[in-house]
DNA sequence: TAAATGTCAAATGTTAACATTTTTGCGTTG
DNA sequence: CAACGCAAAAATGTTAACATTTGACATTTA
């Protein structure tokens, strides 16, 4: 049975349009992870009730991007470097089988959809604007994702991005984004798409493009063990 | 109000013991696929209120079991066997990621608890107690997965645990269960851990394992297809 | 007769108050 | 002054009632 009700009239619940700005306010890092989200404050922020607000969070946590413990509560989820680095070998995994389930042959929309995405990153990245970058990456990889056409594997696959901002933030607090090389390394990518390279060559490309963040993060660990020391 | 809950004191929320019980009544198929899940009913039956019911089901939704629809409730998710076939694509994915993670060498306990696992598996296809099966199939994989001590990379396999019951389900209505070759194929993948084969023959293996799933409803699909005609 | 409309019960969404657990803060004590 | 105890405050867990939406069935109308 078809909604054929007018798209201007919004019928959200309150759920869901508290699980957006909520996972929206964590992306942003205004909420910054081991902050304690407080039931109550976000209630009366937004003049609704905790049923909801509970239920908002409860759908996050599942996103990865809070934590909920029995009487505790609920905090912004802290990643160690070391689940960062296993969080990306997972997400690379993923992506590699959606190429693979396509057999590494892009549409023309799809094509489009990647070129589009470095632009922005290009973009975005010029102008070291944190949250348009990590909005364009997610668009450049969630379009190789979608490609496979496999809701549940795109709905895993998302469920790190969480992981990816966290990580994102991580490298810029530490000084370590590299700005000037992001658009270049996702242009890398997408070439072998165009030029319709075959199936392992693009996932080995995939699984080199993310191999390259442990080490980024390993490099950072190493310079907080001297500086403390 | 007096609380006449049983007498033992559980410091477990009603939410998590909810979600323990109608997971339970799913993997059973005390709920079938399609059915709707009424909450107020399930609040009565267990004399508690709608709050605790519908959290657990949001929880029990992200482990695939259930889907919720906005202002239209809560049905057991339905699979079809296309999907089936994808999720045992992902599940063998994930499943050979955490064997390339902890290089295909088992623990002497990994090796314990897959030797017993496989066990159960003989016993309980030998009485076809369906139930059984799937507890103790879900031991089997599952210690593979913990062994690689990436608890993310679990999560992610086990919310894949509702399909592969619906899986076993669905095979088994349709006369198409293996019960005379399900401990065997699992005493085979343990072997190669025992003989610590490398790690390249133990994932093909696995691989080989899961494949046979997608052949197997496509069979249940030819089946129905000419029992139409 | 069939489509459109109206009505109503039941289901979900939301709220506010109550119950229980955890945390806080402070005064006493050794 | 640290440590302990304990009461008050605050946070989470739970409940029950209220609000809105849905779906089914009855009624009207072309």
């Given amino acids: 049975m078809e909604d054929k009700r007018p798209q201007f009239v919004s019928k959200r619940t309150l759920r869901e349009q508290l699980a957006d700005v909520l996972r929206e306010k964590i992306l942003r890092a205004e909420f910054v992870p081991g902050e304690k989200i407080n039931e109550k404050e976000i209630a009366e922020m937004y003049q609704v009730s905790r049923g909801p607000v509970r239920e908002a969070l409860r759908q996050i946590e599942e996103e990865g991007l809070v934590t909920y413990t029995s009487q505790k509560g ?82 895993m696959w998302k469920s790190l991005q969480g992981a990816n901002t966290a990580t994102y933030h991580t490298m810029k607090s530490q000084g370590l984004m590299p700005y000037d090389v992001l658009g270049r390394n996702h242009q890398w990518i997408l070439d072998f798409f165009k030029r319709q390279a075959d199936v392992d060559t693009i996932t080995k490309e995939i699984s080199d493009h993310y191999a390259v963040v442990p080490k980024t993060l390993h490099q950072a660990t190493r310079q907080n063990e001297s500086a403390e020391e």
Avoid at 75 to 86: D, G, I, N, P
Avoid at 88 to 112: C, H, P, Q
Avoid at 125 to 142: Q, T, V, W
């Fill in 74 to 155: 609920c905090v912004v989820k802290v990643l160690t470097y070391e689940e960062m680095s296993e969080l990306y070998l997972i997400r690379s995994t993923l992506e590699e089988l959606a190429v693979k389930i396509f057999d590494g042959k892009m549409s023309r929309e799809g094509l489009y959809k990647l070129q589009s995405a470095v632009d922005d990153i290009e973009r975005s990245a010029e102008k070291k604007d944190l949250y348009e970058i990590i909005a364009a990456d997610e668009r450049f990889h969630s379009a190789i994702v979608e490609e496979a056409g496999c809701e549940r594997l795109y709905h």
